[in-house]
Structures are given as C-alpha cells and as structure tokens.
C-alpha cells in the first residue's frame, strides 16, 4: 500500500519576508511564476509511505515542486519503467524501478526499501495527491485556478 500525505498546518504558504503582503491581498497569486511556486511557497511536512515503510518522513517540503516531482516521475516510469523523485533542495532521490509488476523505491540516502506497490497503485495515489494540494491551495487562494503552474499540475493529473 502507498499513502502520499501533506499537513499544511504546520508549514508555511508564503516565506516569511511576503507573509504580511500575503495577508493584505498583494500578492497576485495568478502571475506567480512556476520558478518561485516551486521553491519559495507552500513549504509543509511531507510523508510518502510503503508497506508501512516511511520512506519520507514529514519532511517540510516545497509542495508544489514535489507534486512536479511525482507528476514527472509518473511519465517516466510510463515512458521507461524506471523513474525518480528527486528533490531540489539537495542532491537525494529516490529512485523507483519496475519489477515483474510492482515498483521498488531505492532512496539514496539509505538502503533500498524492502517495501512495493503496483503501477497502477501509483498512478492513482500520486494523482490524488495533486488533485489534493491542488484543490487545498486553491481554496485558500482562489486566484491560483488561474496560475499556469497549477493548470500544467491538473493536467498532468488527469
């Protein structure tokens, strides 16, 4: 079993130096860039979890960028049957390969996890997640929906 999972309540939305602009409407939240969504905004701890197996541990992630991440490594592993979520903020990845039908996470800063899921497992849980911090981060600001980088995120969802 998979479960990708975000707790918004203890991260941040904004970096505190816009935290105030935020609060007063000044930030255009639909011209945002990809660049600055990806690695400034909307940092919360982040747990992906196999069998059981915590393979992230609420680690404060940028949400946006993982969600990217797992978008992209969903194409790969399509396209070549090996794929990796990789993390901008250092040099660690985990790296998912196909075997007979289930997909084996390799972190590298551990030991292979002795832990699996289907591909179609996969697919659904990392669309789900999207969806999820999509429709969360749209909630909160609503102005988002019309953000590029939210509506490449959807459709890669989809």
């Not at 396209?79 to 390799?106: A, N, P, Q, V």
């Not at 609503?142 to 509506?151: L, V």
């Amino acid at each position: 079993m998979l479960s990708i999972d975000f707790t918004p309540e203890l991260g941040s939305d904004t970096p505190p130096e816009l935290e105030s602009a935020a609060l007063r409407g000044k930030i255009d939240w639909a011209e945002l860039s990809t660049l600055f969504l990806r690695y400034t905004y909307f940092i919360y701890p982040v747990t992906l979890t196999v069998d059981d197996t915590e393979i992230i541990s609420h680690n404060r992630l940028p949400l946006i960028d993982f969600m990217f991440c797992l978008a992209y490594s969903v194409e790969e592993l399509r396209g070549t049957g090996k794929g990796e979520i990789s993390f901008t903020e250092g040099s660690s990845e985990i790296h998912i390969s196909l075997k007979d039908d289930r997909l084996i996470f390799s972190p590298t800063w551990s030991e292979p996890v002795n832990a699996s899921c289907g591909v179609e497992e996969y697919d659904r849980t990392v669309s789900r997640f999207i969806l999820s911090g999509i429709q969360m981060i749209v909630d909160r600001y609503p102005e988002m929906e019309n953000n590029p980088a939210i509506r490449e995120l959807r459709n890669a969802a989809l």
